[in-house]
């Protein structure tokens, strides 16, 4: 998961020209000449190649999950020159995991709880990346490039508070469906609460503001893992039982 979360990343930098003129990228290895571009495509193939064994130890479903993200991966650089919502984009392809995850451990998706838990993902990813792509707008906007950052433009908050309602209420069904204790759920307040405090208090012209946000946004995903892990460890055997036969009806 780790070495197929680095990857759209690590192929975006490769692909994606950067001109050194965009302040924030200027140091990163590529732009700044520190890295050739044919080591960094080397980079790329060995995250795969480690990754590819990985995939191929799970079982053929999830084999075959994992392989559908490749198509969508190799396209993800280009968004921001085609559409408007490349942060839409990326949460499609940064999330495969929350399929994949699940597909490993069961042998396939129960849509019923894999679906809205992606959604939740693609929301949480849109809210922190456009909030990230806002200390590129003014770059972004000469270089023609494309975001969610400036297509919300003055109207960002709004927008992403909307997201953050589909991003709880997904979460919430998700719990429901797969049947999480109480943990689960004072998790996913405490989240919706902090992500909405921040939404409210951040000042989208200040560059320091928005990477801070971006950054603490990763307090998101530990809070919502360790309500998980947790309400697991509570629920009684005979309950983890029903849900593995609840689970197996809806396949």
């Known amino acids: 998961m780790i070495l ?8 975006q930098d490769t692909y994606q020209s950067i001109p050194v003129e965009v302040a924030r990228t200027a140091t990163r290895p590529l732009p700044s000449g520190q890295v050739s571009k044919e080591v960094a495509v080397s980079l790329v193939g060995v995250h795969g190649l480690a990754a590819l064994p990985i ?3 799970l079982n053929t479903y999830s084999i075959l999950l994992g392989l559908a993200s490749i198509v969508p991966t190799l396209m993800y650089p280009y968004m921001k020159r085609i559409t408007n919502w490349p942060q839409a984009y990326l949460g499609l ?16 998706c129960d849509w019923s709880i894999v679906l809205p838990l992606y959604t939740a993902c693609i929301c949480w990813t849109i809210i922190y990346d456009t909030v990230y792509g806002h200390q590129d707008k003014d770059d972004d906007a000469l270089l023609g490039l494309k975001s969610t950052s400036l297509y919300f ?3 960002t908050k709004p927008w992403l508070g909307a997201f953050l309602l589909a991003m709880t209420s997904s979460l919430i069904v998700s ?16 989240c919706a609460t902090m992500l909405g405090k921040q939404l409210w208090s951040v000042n989208l012209d200040n560059r320091e503001e928005c990477g801070r ?3 603490d946004s990763w307090w998101v995903g530990i809070l919502l893992f360790a309500s998980i892990v947790v309400s697991t460890l509570l629920k009684h055997p005979s309950e983890e039982k029903t849900d593995t036969v609840h689970s197996s009806s809806r396949q």
């Open 153 to 155: 433009g003055e109207n």
């Open 213 to 215: 946000m971006f950054r």
């Open 55 to 57: 995939l191929l130890s």
């Open 4 to 11: 197929s979360s680095i990857e759209p990343r690590r192929y």
């Open 175 to 190: 719990g429901i469906q797969s049947e999480q204790l109480w943990p689960y759920y004072v998790a996913t307040m405490s």
């Open 93 to 108: 392809v940064f999330n495969w995991g929350a399929l994949l995850g699940y597909a490993a451990v069961r042998g396939h």
